[in-house]
T-cell receptor
């Protein structure tokens, strides 16, 4: 079974630039999550999709972050414009309902 | 805000010893999960325990849940150097969205 795929693995940008991350969940997983993990902390949920609908985006900084899930499968997370404090690992996860989450390897973002 | 909080923040033990990590949370849950994260990688699911369960085993892992104290513990027996990682608990809420909130993590170091 293929796992959750994410790209790119690493990204370095300057503040005020834009960046986009891509996630391909495990086939058949209806629920998709984006997390932000700052160094030394636990993952913080940014947005949760059920199929292509948003279930929870209460902690997504909507003035600069946006996310979409195309046809209920792949998802992209965008930051525009980036700030220094956005430096973190961005993790994508997917799951069947009421079950364990499968995580991708993450994208490490450095904002200079 | 963090729902779960792990204790201790860091733990260093000798190979062969047991490691115990604790997680406390604030609100009622449906279930609690434990995850492991090796440095620079995504999270790996270890075990899920439901609110009506008190104890669960998986190989060298033993998890307990005390809903009256809103706490859980993860015991790793006969630790190995390969167990060196960060360990996180994740709790959902009873709101029905299957949204999980991760704790701050325990960084375990097993010395060979």
């Amino acid at each position: 079974e293929a796992g959750v795929a994410q790209s790119p693995r690493y990204k370095i940008i300057e503040k005020r630039q834009s960046v986009a991350f891509w996630c391909n969940p495990i086939s058949g997983h209806a629920t998709l999550y984006w997390y932000q993990q700052i160094l030394g902390q636990g993952p913080k949920l940014l947005i949760q999709f059920q199929n292509n609908g948003v279930v929870d985006d209460s902690q997504l900084p909507k003035d600069r972050f946006s996310a979409e899930r195309l046809k209920g499968v792949d998802s992209t997370l965008k930051i525009q414009p980036a700030k220094l404090e956005d430096s973190a690992v961005y993790l994508c996860a997917s799951s069947l309902e009421k079950s364990r989450q499968f995580f991708g390897p993450g994208t490490r973002l450095t904002v200079l | 805000s963090q729902q779960g909080e792990e204790d201790p923040q860091a733990l260093s033990i000798q190979e062969g010893e047991n490691a115990t990590m604790n997680c406390s949370y604030k609100t009622s849950i449906n279930n609690l999960q434990w995850y492991r994260q090796n440095s620079g990688r995504g999270l790996v699911h270890l075990i899920l325990i439901r609110s009506n369960e008190r104890e669960k085993h998986s190989g060298r892992l033993r998890v307990t849940l005390d809903t009256s104290k809103k706490s859980s513990s993860l015991l790793i027996t006969a630790s190995r150097a390969a167990d060196t990682a960060s360990y996180f608990c994740a709790t959902d809420s009873t709101s029905g969205t299957y949204k999980y909130i991760f704790g701050t993590g325990t960084r375990l170091k097993v010395l060979a």
